[in-house]
């Protein structure tokens, strides 16, 4: 199956930093990306989706100044949390689509913002 | 609107007996497809299968097989003589054939086999 990378795959910044998280498709151009939130023994939260060269799509709840997402590329999207704080903490999944029945899920980020 | 519902939170059995992970799904929908992914601790979702809807029949892969019945909109996923490797959450998940849309996901449901 096709190969997507996150980098990095664990970070721990100080409280009022911001975190930049790399998602890649390694073998495939993506048009869409996704964005996932996992909190500790939950499911999958979708955040926001991504499409190259336009803005994202957020989920009702998810703020776009606080979670900034950029698909400058076919093959990277970036999310950077902005003025991290404690309660961000949490396992970041981003996924990249090459069709509806195709979706291929990076490793994860663990966040911790101390 | 899509929805997967994996009713059981957390199933525990032992070492080489067989378990059966529930999920239902509701979609209006005509063309849609069904994934089974694994989480194990360290996070990474692993793949294990995906079905489309007009692809009734029932798979068998190793230890595990999947019984998709449209007909009460189930998608139910069996682990013949676990192991304790297989203990993991599973998520069962959804989309549809529109385009380029998320995968809708149940809740997990936790296994954990005990040696």
């Known amino acids: 199956g096709a190969v997507v990378s996150q980098h990095p795959s664990r970070v721990i910044c100080k409280s009022g930093t911001s975190v930049k998280i790399e998602c890649r498709s390694l073998d495939f151009q993506a048009t869409t990306m996704f964005w996932y939130r996992q909190f500790p023994k939950q499911s999958l939260m979708l955040m926001a989706t991504?499409?190259?060269?336009?803005?994202?799509?957020?989920e009702q709840g998810v703020e776009k100044d606080k979670f900034l997402i950029n698909h400058a590329s076919l093959t990277l999207s970036t999310l950077t949390v902005t003025s991290a704080h404690p309660e961000d903490s949490s396992f970041y999944i981003c996924s990249a689509s090459r069709g509806p029945d195709e979706q291929y899920f990076g490793p994860g980020t663990r966040l911790t913002v101390t | 609107a899509q929805k997967v519902t994996q009713a059981q939170t957390e199933i525990s059995v032992v070492e080489k007996e067989d378990v059966t992970l529930d999920c239902v799904y509701e979609?209006?929908?005509?063309?849609?497809?069904l994934f089974w992914y694994k989480q194990p601790p360290s996070g990474e979702l692993v793949f294990l299968i995906r079905r489309n809807s007009f692809d009734e029949q029932n798979e068998i892969s190793g230890r595990y097989s999947w019984n998709f019945q449209k007909s009460t909109s189930s998608f139910n996923f069996t682990i013949t003589a676990s192991q304790v490797v297989d203990s993991a959450v599973y998520f069962c998940a959804l989309i549809d054939n529109s385009g380029n849309t998320p995968l809708v996901f149940g809740k997990g449901t936790r296994l954990s086999v005990i040696a």
């Open positions: 979609t209006r929908d005509t063309t849609y497809y």
């Open positions: 991504s499409n190259e060269g336009s803005k994202a799509t957020y």
